[in-house]
């Protein structure tokens, strides 16, 4: 079992209740979903983002950009659907309803189906 894996293994148990943080439960899964989504993203761009010649490391929104162009646009922008809403859900303002408990387990089991599906492939995302 990955850290990715344990990680979105904990964000269930938060959602389901197991691990009671009360109203605190889907932004939490969330931030532990979208810790699971940078590792995944990281080690998708490990190929290419080590040849960057620059002072900083790509930014996310350029991950995802490569990893469409590189691993097809299905991918890419299922991806950018999960990030978004996971950032979303993390990035809570006071004036937005806290995210629901059905939004993030929807996005957990998005983020699990991409995971299984690079690896089903055999190559690294």
């Known amino acids: 079992m990955t850290d990715r894996s344990v990680l979105l293994d904990f964000a269930d148990q938060v959602l389901d209740g197991t691990v ?4 605190r439960a889907p932004r939490t899964a969330a931030l532990l979903a979208r810790r699971a989504f940078e590792d995944w993203l990281d080690e998708a761009s490990r190929s290419w983002a080590a040849h960057v010649e620059s002072d ?3 930014t996310t929104s350029s991950k995802l950009v490569v990893l469409g162009a590189l691993r ?5 922008e299922t991806a ?5 809403g996971l950032s979303r859900a993390v990035h809570h303002h006071a004036y ?5 408990v059905a939004e993030v387990r929807s996005l957990v089991s998005q983020l699990r189906a991409v995971c299984a ?3 089903a ?4 995302p």
């Not at 950018?80 to 978004?84: A, T, Y």
């Open 96 to 100: 937005e309803l806290q995210p629901s």
């Open 117 to 119: 599906v690079v690896e």
């Open 121 to 124: 492939d055999g190559a690294t």
């Open 72 to 76: 097809g646009d299905e991918l890419g």
């Open 56 to 58: 900083r490391p790509p």
């Open 20 to 23: 009671d943080l009360g109203v």
């Open 80 to 84: 950018k659907r999960i990030w978004h």
